[in-house]
C-alpha cells in the first residue's frame, strides 16, 4: 500500500490546514509507542496539535469580532444534551457515586417483555432513553422485541425503597412500528419547578437493558451514567449517545451518529455507510473500522491525539471562513477541520474529539 502523509497546520488557532508533505512527519515517541501495539500497522499517521502561536492578518479597518476555537467542540453542539425535555443535561455528576454509604437497603427485578414488530410499510424504529444504567442491543432475524431490563434499588432505608418504585418507572409505548422505552423519574424535570432537591431523594435506581429486535430496524438509543451502549448486527440508522461511558456498535450496515462525552467509540461496519455520518467524544480515542471498498470524504478534529487510516488519502481542499453579520458586528467563523478524501469521495463522514486518537481501519472480519 502506498503511504500518503500529510501535516496539518494551525494559523493563530483558527483554521485547520493540511498541507502534502515531501516526508512523513515524525510521529512523537510516545504517539510510535502506541502505534506499534496495534495488529495492523497504520497506513497514513497525520499527526494532530496545537502549533506554535503565530498572528492571523486581519483588516483593521474593518469593525470585527473574531471568534477563538472552543475546547468543547462546535459551540451550536447538542452535546451533551439528549433531549429538549428530557432535563439529562440537568443530571448532576457530583451525584454519581458507585460506593454511597448510607445506600444500606437493595432490591433487585428482572423485567421481561415482548413486543411483536412484523414488518410494515414503514421504517421499524426503537427508542431506548435511559438515564443511569447499560444499553445492549442485537439484532436478529425475529419480527419481535425481547426486553430484559435488569432493575436495581439502592435506597438508604425501607420507606425510600418504596418511594423508588412509585417515582422511578419504565414508561413503554409503542404505536405502529415505532417502541419507545422511557425511564422516567424526578430527574426528569427541573429542579426549580419540583419544589425539591435530588439531593433529598435518597435511593438511586439502575436499569440495565438487553434487547433483541429485528435486525432491519432503526435505533436510537441514550444514557448518561453506570453505564455503557452496545450496538450490534443492525441494518437500520442509529442514533447512540453516552456521557459517562463508553459506545462499541458492531457489524452494522447503517448510517448514524455515536457521541459520548467520557469514554472511547468503537465502530466496524459490515456495510459502509451511504449518508452522512458523525462520530464524536470528548475523553477518549475513536476507532471506525470500515469495510474494503470504502469510498467517503472524511472531516477530521482532534486537540491531543493523532489521526491514522489503513486507507490512501488525498488531502481536500480547506474550506474558506464563513462570514456572520450580527447588526453592525462581522463575524469570521473559521473551519478547524482537516479534510481527506478516500478513494472517489462520498457520504462525509466527521470524526472529532478532543483528547485521544482518531483511527480509520479496514474491517477484515
Known amino acids: 500500500m502506498n503511504r500518503t502523509c500529510f501535516l496539518p497546520m494551525v494559523i493563530s488557532g483558527m483554521a485547520l490546514l493540511l498541507f502534502p508533505a515531501q516526508a512523513a512527519r515524525n510521529i512523537p515517541e510516545k504517539q510510535a509507542d502506541r502505534s506499534a501495539q496495534q495488529e495492523k500497522a497504520p497506513a497514513v499517521p497525520v499527526e494532530m496539535g496545537r502549533e506554535p502561536d503565530e498572528d492571523m492578518d486581519v483588516d483593521t479597518d474593518m469593525e470585527m469580532d473574531v471568534e477563538e476555537p472552543q475546547v468543547d467542540m462546535d459551540a451550536n453542539r447538542d452535546e451533551p444534551d439528549m433531549d429538549a425535555d428530557s432535563g439529562q443535561e440537568d443530571v448532576d455528576r457530583e451525584e454519581i457515586d458507585h460506593d454511597e454509604p448510607r445506600l444500606t437497603e437493595h432490591e433487585q427485578e428482572k423485567i421481561e417483555k415482548t413486543f411483536a414488530m412484523p414488518a410494515g410499510t414503514g421504517r421499524r424504529t426503537l427508542e431506548i432513553d435511559n438515564v443511569r444504567g447499560s444499553i445492549e442491543v442485537v439484532g436478529t432475524a425475529s419480527d419481535k422485541v425481547q426486553l430484559t431490563v435488569n432493575k436495581s434499588i439502592r435506597a438508604e432505608s425501607k420507606g425510600k425503597i418504596e418511594q423508588a418504585r412509585k417515582d422511578v418507572t419504565l414508561d413503554i409505548t409503542q404505536q405502529a412500528d415505532a417502541l419507545k422505552l422511557y425511564v422516567n423519574g424526578p430527574f426528569r424535570c427541573d429542579c426549580h419547578d419540583c419544589g425539591r432537591s435530588r439531593d ?23 444514557t448518561v451514567n453506570e453505564g455503557r451502549v452496545s450496538v450490534r448486527d443492525i441494518n437500520g440508522s442509529f442514533l447512540v449517545r453516552n456521557v459517562n461511558g463508553d459506545i462499541q456498535i458492531r457489524n452494522i450496515a447503517g448510517s448514524g451518529t455515536a457521541r459520548t462525552v467520557n469514554g472511547p467509540v468503537k465502530v466496524s461496519f459490515r456495510q459502509n455507510p451511504r449518508e452522512a455520518s458523525d462520530f464524536q467524544t470528548v475523553n477518549g480515542n475513536i476507532e471506525l473500522a470500515f469495510a474494503r471498498d470504502l469510498s467517503a470524504d472524511f472531516r477530521f478534529k482532534t486537540f491531543n491525539g493523532g489521526i491514522y487510516s489503513d486507507f490512501p488519502v488525498t488531502a481536500l481542499p480547506v474550506q474558506g471562513m464563513q462570514e456572520e453579520h450580527h447588526g453592525s458586528k462581522v463575524i469570521f467563523r473559521a473551519d478547524r477541520y482537516t479534510g481527506a478524501r478516500i478513494n472517489a469521495g462520498g457520504p462525509q463522514i466527521k470524526v472529532e474529539n478532543l483528547n485521544g486518537d482518531i483511527r480509520i481501519l479496514e474491517n477484515h472480519e
Open 200 to 222: 433529598d431523594e435518597g435511593y438511586i435506581v439502575k436499569m440495565d437493558f438487553q434487547v433483541q429486535a429485528p435486525r432491519d430496524i432503526d435505533v436510537k438509543v441514550k
